[in-house]
C-alpha cells in the first residue's frame, strides 16, 4: 500500500505562487509514475502534471511555463511549484501515485487551491 498526504494549498493572489507537497509512506520503493491532478467545481478531475521515477516530466498546456512538479526521493515527497496563478487554476489538486506490477495506484486526499482576481 501507499499512503499520500497533500499540503501547500491556500488562498492566493491572481499572479502569487504557491508550492504543493505530497509526502508518500508505505510500499514507496514500489511507486512508479507520480501526478498533480486538479478538479475545479462542477468540471471533471484533470491532469496537470506527471513524473516518472527516473524523473522525466509531463505538463497539461495549461501548466506549461507556469508548473513545475519535481520529486525529492530522499524524503520519499513530490511539489508542484506554480507561479503566476489564474483565477482559472482555483480547484481542489490531488497527488495520484502508481506503484506495483498491476496497475495498483492511491489517492491522496486533495488540497484546496484558491486564486483570486
Known amino acids: 500500500q501507499v499512503q499520500l498526504v497533500e499540503s501547500g494549498g491556500g488562498l492566493v493572489q491572481a499572479g502569487g505562487s504557491l508550492r504543493l507537497s505530497c509526502a508518500a509512506s508505505g510500499s514507496i520503493f514500489s511507486i512508479n509514475a507520480m501526478g498533480w491532478y486538479r478538479q475545479a467545481p462542477g468540471k471533471q478531475r484533470e491532469l496537470v502534471a506527471t513524473i516518472t521515477s527516473g524523473g522525466r516530466t509531463s505538463y497539461a498546456d495549461s501548466a506549461k511555463g507556469r508548473f513545475t512538479i519535481s520529486r525529492d526521493n530522499a524524503k520519499n515527497t513530490m511539489y508542484l511549484q506554480m507561479n503566476s496563478l489564474k483565477p482559472e487554476d482555483t480547484a481542489v489538486y490531488s497527488c495520484?501515485?502508481?506503484?506495483?506490477?498491476?496497475?495498483?495506484?492511491?489517492w491522496g486526499q486533495g488540497t484546496q487551491v484558491i486564486v483570486s482576481s
Open positions: 495520484k501515485a502508481d506503484w506495483g506490477d498491476y496497475g495498483l495506484y492511491s
